[in-house]
């Protein structure tokens, strides 16, 4: 089976934003927090042992922001989308350790977080894939 991907028109374009907005929300909020609460973002990195916090702090603050505005303008989209899911992927494995908790509700909470990053991950891939292969046929 083969179609093709052609964002045209009113409709396609409001889907396409809302799908880049979906995606990016918690990074665009998370940034934003970050950049307003620098110190609770410092406090974040050290908890999760990024060493020195205060530069992982600045770094997480730019990539958050900018990749998101990569992907939300269209401005080498494949890039913000790589970069995001690089970084959800890594970040999870950092944060989300579901399998070194005890079995209970903590460990399931924090096993379904980590499920649903890998899927934010796998988001943020097709958004790359989608960017760079516009305009040609995908036989699936």
Not at 78 to 105: V, Y
Request: proline fraction near 4%; hydrophobic fraction near 60%.
């Amino acid at each position: 089976m083969s179609f093709r991907i052609e964002p045209d028109g009113v409709l396609s374009i409001v889907m396409f934003f809302i799908a880049h907005l979906g995606l990016c929300a918690a990074y665009i909020q998370g940034g934003l927090v970050k950049l307003t609460d620098f110190p609770g973002a410092v406090a974040e990195m050290a908890h999760f042992r990024l060493s020195p916090p205060v530069l992982f702090a600045v770094l997480v603050i730019v990539l958050e922001l900018v990749a998101s505005a990569m992907v939300m303008t269209g401005f080498l989209r494949w890039l913000g989308a790589l970069t995001l899911a690089g970084f959800t992927f890594l970040s999870t494995l950092i944060a989300l350790r579901f399998w070194e908790r005890p079995a209970g509700e903590a460990r399931h909470a924090e096993a379904n977080a980590f499920f649903e990053h890998l899927g934010l991950t796998g988001g943020f891939l097709l958004v790359a894939w989608l960017d760079l292969t516009r305009n040609s046929s995908v036989s699936l």
